[in-house]
């Protein structure tokens, strides 16, 4: 297995964490085997990327037969586009580097969670196609052909987590052209891929409502999407097992971590397309 940690240069100087889980291929296998690819963005309010929510889900991913990548993108006193470039950037690594790292570019996933949620949709719908292309970025060819969600800020208006937007925009928050810029449900449409999301119906820090909205402008613009709503449970779950429990003891919550085997049973249907 290739394994590398490489660094995304952001914008504002700051340097993004960017590394890498690839399968090698066997002669007595397939030396030409391309496999799906999945980009994990933590969550931290863009204040901070934890670890609980990057390596321990990559695994996951790999052990299910994809490439996997995590990327600590850069948060506060970073502020909005750094870190969307930072995964356009990605992206654009996972293309260039396709024949080396075994990658079906056609077979691209993003999956984040809660403020990496954010990210991951802001990246994956035209939310920052303008900003991408200023860039440099092509967003519809780097475009993922999936978008999975984990409890996501989604919204930047009523229900919105109101700590993330302020991270994300500092000193121009709550500039309103620029919150309705990035509140999600303004920018799905038929460029958006199929979706997977799931929240806990309890979660007190970033309301089901904002997967509510999400769910609801995915129904309007024809975007297939899978949502599971889970009556126990409050936010930041990563696997919502020991593994990835705060302390080893805080955030296992049985009944919920069946949400990873669904998504991977989503991810397969949807590549089977």
Not at 25 to 44: M, Q, T, W
Not at 64 to 78: E, Q
Not at 85 to 100: C, F, G, I, S, T
Not at 230 to 248: I, M, Q, Y
Request: overall charge negative; glycine content about 8%; charged content about 20%.
């Amino acid at each position: 297995m290739q394994y590398f940690e490489t660094t995304i240069s952001g914008i504002d100087g700051t340097d993004a964490r960017f590394a890498g889980y690839i399968p090698d291929n066997y002669p007595d296998i397939d030396l030409e085997r391309r496999r799906p690819a999945v980009l994990v963005l933590p969550g931290g309010g863009y204040e901070m990327t934890t670890g609980r929510e990057g390596e321990p889900i990559a695994l996951r991913f790999l052990a299910h037969g994809c490439d996997a990548f995590v990327l600590h993108y850069s948060c506060k006193p970073s502020v909005y586009p750094t870190a969307v470039l930072e995964v356009a950037e990605a992206v654009r690594q996972m293309h260039e580097h396709a024949d080396e790292w075994h990658i079906d570019t056609s077979h691209i996933a993003v999956i984040g969670f809660s403020a990496g949620g954010h990210l991951t949709a802001d990246f994956t719908t035209s939310a920052s196609d303008d900003v991408l292309l200023a860039h440099g970025y092509d967003p519809d060819m780097l475009r993922p052909a999936a978008m999975m969600l984990s409890y996501p800020v989604i919204t930047s208006g009523e229900f919105r987590h109101d700590g993330s937007f302020r991270a994300l925009l500092g000193e121009r928050y709550p500039d309103p052209e620029l919150m309705r810029e990035v509140s999600i449900e303004e920018h799905i449409d038929a460029k958006t891929p199929p979706v997977f999301v799931w929240h806990t119906v309890p979660d007190d820090c970033v309301p089901v409502e904002n997967t509510l909205r999400l769910i609801a402008a995915c129904k309007a613009a024809g975007v297939p999407v899978e949502a599971h709503l889970f009556p126990t449970g409050g936010h930041g779950l990563s696997l919502a097992t020991a593994e990835t429990a705060w302390g080893g003891t805080d955030g296992i919550e049985p009944g919920v971590d069946v949400w990873m085997s669904l998504a991977l049973a989503w991810l397969d249907r949807v590549f089977a397309r």
